[in-house]
């Protein structure tokens, strides 16, 4: 099964920005798909970004579409989520994953989806 390891994290004021990375290992990183969830104390995870195997296409919710983009780098076995503008509301724990299988991107909301997780990242966005 695949390694990931979440970093970059930190803290921030309102409107500025950061970069996460998402470094994999232990697997062809290039044939999965790949999605960031988040998690904030009292809340159920959830779901912030996809893309697919080869970064051609990607998927967000509302909350954080046109804000925050995932790209990745199968040369450097690496995802990212780029957040810019970012609010308080988006303080949270943040986790990479991969997707298990082939699955429609609308379907990458999913946490089950997912079968290997990062361990997480600290993001405080401070108001």
């Known amino acids: 099964q695949v390694q990931l390891v979440e970093s970059g994290g930190g803290l921030v004021q309102a409107g500025g920005s950061l970069r996460l990375s998402c470094a994999a290992s232990?697997?062809?990183?290039?044939?999965?798909?790949m999605g960031w969830f988040r998690q904030a104390p009292g809340k159920e995870r959830e779901f912030v970004a996809a893309?697919?195997?080869?970064?051609?296409?990607?998927y967000y919710p509302e909350s954080v579409k046109g804000r925050f983009t995932i790209s990745r780098d199968n040369a450097k076995n690496t995802v990212y989520l780029q957040m810019n503008s970012l609010k308080a509301e988006d303080t949270a724990v943040y986790y990479c994953a991969k997707v298990r299988d082939t699955i429609l991107l609308s379907r990458a909301q999913e946490p089950r989806m997912y079968d290997s997780w990062g361990q997480g990242t600290q993001v405080t966005v401070s108001s």
């Open positions: 232990g697997r062809t990183f290039s044939s999965y798909g």
């Open positions: 893309i697919n195997w080869s970064g051609s296409s990607t």
